[in-house]
Structures are given as structure tokens and as C-alpha cells.
């Protein structure tokens, strides 16, 4: 059975028209010719298509396609990018060592994505700083200008940081910087600033890091995200503590800790509540 056939026998099954199908994803014209054979859907077209089915792209393209799977890389690279977020890294080892079958037939920029969560691992699992800045330099040279090179710099500065070397991980930040497109994801630019801003603050450049903060904090709310929200409200306070306003930075830990009680994240709401306490003791002491 053809593609544009099964298309149309699964939609006929879930009791879907071709607007409902269409809604949202494209025309309903382009579904009738997708039905029709008369165009070839997009990898990207065709999993929008499935997702609305709910149905497997294995049942359109078959098992081993190459299309199938791409549509399963493309989910586990997802559920490792949430699992990542939350900094959960045990999670993350598991997800790539049970499908290393996929993972060792990815290419292109799949490829590359799974290269640097290695250079993660060697960080998060292993505790290796030295084997993790050696690969993620090495892979950040084979990768092409965009969003994962990016995340790659960051990840390089990230470990000169770790290895106390402010320098060179200020040196990567700002090539990061210098890689920024108006297209590029806001969580990629996030990242980076609050990265950028930890950076600076453990050298004791706390008005720099108060900057790089402030601007994380405007792309934040222009995007309407919680996204590194409160790990940016924590920052400030601590930029703010540190410049001797004590009112403001405690007004500052509590929107962090707001923040995290919605993300449910309870060891930062505690790290939050702790800094708030010493500064409301410090200040009744004095």
C-alpha cells in the first residue's frame, strides 16, 4: 500500500476529515494531495501528520525506514533534552545507553547532538573535566555554525569554569555571543547569559554579572517562559547581595523562590530560602 493511501486509511479510521487532520499543520488541499500521491510529504510534514494520528511512522514507512527511524532519534533526542533541564543526568546515561543501536546509526547533526551529550557525561557521570573539554573541543570544530555549536561553546566554557580557568571560559562565552542569529531559540541565548554571569560572579565581577543577568531576565519575559527563570531571580540576588543591597536581593530570592515551588524543584527552593533567611537575620541583627 502506497503512502498517500495509508495516510487516508488511518485518518478514515479515527473518524478525521481532511480539515481535521490539515488543522494547524498545513491545507487541507495539501492532504488531499499527499491522499492523492500527487506530492511527497516533508520528514517533518509527515511527522506532524502521524503525531495528530497518534499513530507510529513505522506504520507508513515500515520498521528499518529511514524516516521511521529519524522520527525515533528525534524523540529520544527530546526526552534527553528534558531530562537535561531538570539536570538529570543518571536519566540521561540510561537513555543513551539503552538505544546506543540508534545512537550508533545516527549522522549529521544527530550525530553531533549525541557527541556532545558524551562530552556531558564525561563531566556529570564520570567526573572527568579533562577528557570531557578535550572531546567537546573537538567536536565543537566538525560543527557547523547554529544552535547545537552554540550549546557546545557553552558547554567548553562551562568546563574551564569547573576547572577554575575564568579566562578561557569568558573567551568561550563570548564566542558564543558572537554566534548569536535573531533566529536562534531563546533557551540557547539563556543559557549561555546565565552561564556567562556565573562566570563572572565567581571572579568577583559582580556588576558584569548583574548585567549578563539583566539581560537574560528581558529575554526571559519577552518570550513569556519560566524557562531559567528562577535560577536568573536567584543569580540577581546573589549579584545584589554581594553589592551590599540586601532589601532588593532578598525581594530577588523570593521570586526565585517562586518560581521554583511552581517547577517543583525543591532543592532550589531551599537553597533560596536559606539565602533569604540569613539575609532577614543579618539585617534585624543590625
Known amino acids: 500500500m ?14 478525521m476529515t481532511q480539515i481535521d487532520l490539515a488543522e494547524g499543520i498545513c491545507t487541507q488541499a495539501m492532504v488531499s494531495r499527499l491522499e492523492k500521491q500527487k506530492v511527497r510529504p516533508s520528514r517533518d510534514l509527515m511527522e506532524k501528520l502521524a503525531d495528530r494520528m497518534d ?4 506504520y507508513f514507512y515500515g520498521e528499518d525506514s529511514l524516516e521511521t527511524r529519524h522520527s525515533q532519534v528525534s524523540q529520544l533526542c527530546k526526552m534527553i533534552r528534558q531530562h537535561l533541564d531538570r539536570r538529570e543526568y543518571d536519566s540521561v546515561a540510561y537513555l543513551v545507553e539503552t538505544n546506543h543501536e540508534l545512537v550508533a546509526r545516527s549522522v ?24 570531557a573539554l578535550k572531546h567537546l573541543i573537538a567536536i565543537e570544530e566538525g560543527t557547523k555554525k547554529g544552535e547545537l555549536r552554540v550549546e557546545i561553546i557553552d558547554s567548553i566554557g562551562n568546563q574551564y569554569q569547573r576547572k577554575q580557568e575564568y579566562n578561557k571560559a569568558e573567551e568561550y562565552y563570548q564566542k558564543g555571543f558572537e554566534s548569536f ?7 540557547k541565548k539563556a543559557k549561555l547569559l ?16 548583574l548585567e549578563k543577568v ?11 517562559t519560566l524557562f531559567l527563570l528562577g535560577d536568573f531571580f536567584y543569580q540577581k540576588g546573589l549579584c545584589l547581595e554581594h553589592l551590599d543591597q540586601s532589601h532588593q536581593a532578598v525581594e530577588s530570592y523570593k ?9 517543583q524543584n525543591e532543592r532550589f527552593i531551599t537553597m533560596a530560602n536559606l539565602a533569604i533567611d540569613e539575609l532577614e537575620e543579618a539585617e534585624v541583627e543590625n
Not at 2 to 13: M, T, V, Y
Not at 194 to 209: A, F, M, P
Open 181 to 187: 542569529s535573531e533566529w536562534m531559540g531563546h533557551e
Open 255 to 263: 521570586k526565585a523562590a517562586f518560581v521554583f515551588e511552581i517547577q
Open 55 to 58: 499513530t507510529p511512522m513505522s
Open 108 to 131: 549529521g547533526e544527530d550525530k553531533l547532538f549525541f557527541e556532545w551529550i558524551k562530552g556531558l557525561l564525561y563531566t556529570h557521570r564520570d567526573g572527568d573535566y579533562d577528557k
Open 214 to 224: 539583566l539581560q537574560g531576565l528581558e529575554l526571559l519575559i519577552e518570550n513569556n
Open 2 to 15: 502506497r503512502l498517500g493511501e495509508k495516510i487516508k486509511r488511518r485518518r478514515k479510521e479515527i473518524g
Open 194 to 209: 546565565l552561564n556567562y554571569s556565573l562566570c563572572l560572579s565567581k571572579q568577583g565581577k559582580y556588576r558584569d554579572s
